[in-house]
């Protein structure tokens, strides 16, 4: 019987080394889903390894409150909309994968400040004026916009994300944002 724990918790899975929406297995050698259920030979990776890009980005590198009015606005747009939505399960399951590979790259960039500036004016408040204004949809588009371009701009490999997929969220927003 599977631990209650889910593969993307586990020191195992390697979130750079990806094929078909699956993520590779270190322990057992083959490739998963980063939400299945974890097997016997889980190894907890911890939230603060783990890692948040946006919490990085907002409280390490620009200096706000980890329980600013921004962060709060975020999580609870995540906690009570998108964990609630079955379409966005898969954007959240790539944001745990993705997240903490794309928070190291940042706090080593010499331009994070740079950076951490454009997520804020380009994307994260854009985002909270969609959520505030229950466009929802919008702001999930952003958020896909933001990941994309990060992960781009680091040179990680966007072609297995679920945000790259058709769903059903309107791509209204057209904007191209440059992070160089």
């Not at 911890?46 to 009015?69: H, K, P, Q, V």
């Not at 964990?83 to 590979?101: F, Q």
């Amino acid at each position: 019987m599977p631990y209650p724990w889910e593969c993307r918790d586990c020191r195992w899975l390697n979130p750079e080394d990806s094929k078909w929406g699956e993520f590779y297995c270190e322990y057992n050698h083959y490739y998963v889903k980063a939400g299945s259920p974890s097997c016997r030979h889980f190894e907890k990776v911890s939230r603060a390894e783990a890692g948040c890009y946006l919490t990085t980005a907002m409280c390490e590198i620009m200096n706000y409150d980890d329980d600013c009015i921004t962060l709060n606005t975020l999580r609870d747009f995540r906690d009570n909309y998108m964990k609630n939505n079955s379409e966005c399960l898969p954007l959240l399951n790539d944001y745990d994968v993705v997240g903490p590979i794309i928070c190291d790259k940042l706090k080593k960039d010499d331009n994070n400040i740079m950076i951490a500036h454009v997520m804020l004016t380009e994307f994260i408040i854009p985002a909270i004026d969609c959520i505030k204004n229950n466009y929802f949809d919008d702001a999930i588009c952003i958020y896909k916009d933001m990941t994309i371009k990060l992960m781009e701009h680091y040179d990680l490999d966007t072609s297995n994300l679920a945000c790259m997929k058709d769903t059903i969220f309107n791509k209204t927003r057209k904007r191209e944002i440059v992070l160089r």
